[in-house]
Nanobody, 127 residues
Framework: QVQLVESGGGLVQAGGSLRLSCAAS????????MGWFRQAPGKEREFVAA????????RYADSVKGRFTTSRSNAKNTVYLQMNNLKPEDTAVYLC????????????????????WGRGTQVTVSS
């Protein structure tokens, strides 16, 4: 088990940027594939991005490709989501998730594959 705490959300105008962070507890952070999801009111949870254990592989939703970048610092037990050129449709609660991985390049976009979740941070983009 790993405990996850997101931070960095807020209110930003369309076209602006935010960087989200997700801090993980425990000494085995490097063993976890990390994912970012988002959930808007009345909508299902949606995959945003994922990164493999050592950062060698990343995966993005089509809706954020070219605008969002995920990275990680295993020394700091933290994963990041840099969000640029934000749009009003990016407004949602952003959640961090983790799953133990036995391979160095594993990523997944399926929420059901993750078994550790943070509580989320609100991102609001005004037009």
């Amino acid at each position: 088990q790993v405990q996850l705490v997101e931070s960095g959300g807020g209110l930003v105008q369309a076209g602006g940027s935010l960087r989200l962070s997700c801090a993980a507890s425990g000494r085995t952070f490097v063993s976890y594939t990390m994912g970012w999801f988002r959930q808007a009111p009345g909508k299902e949870r949606e995959f945003v991005a994922a990164i493999s254990t050592y950062g060698g592989n990343t995966r993005y939703a089509d809706s954020v490709k070219g605008r969002f970048t995920t990275s990680r610092s295993n020394a700091k037990n933290t994963v990041y989501l840099q969000m640029n050129n934000l749009k009003p449709e990016d407004t949602a609660v952003y959640l961090c998730a983790a799953v133990l991985s036995s391979t160095p390049y594993y990523t997944t976009s399926r929420a059901g594959d993750y078994d550790n979740w943070g509580r989320g941070t609100q991102v609001t983009v005004s037009s």
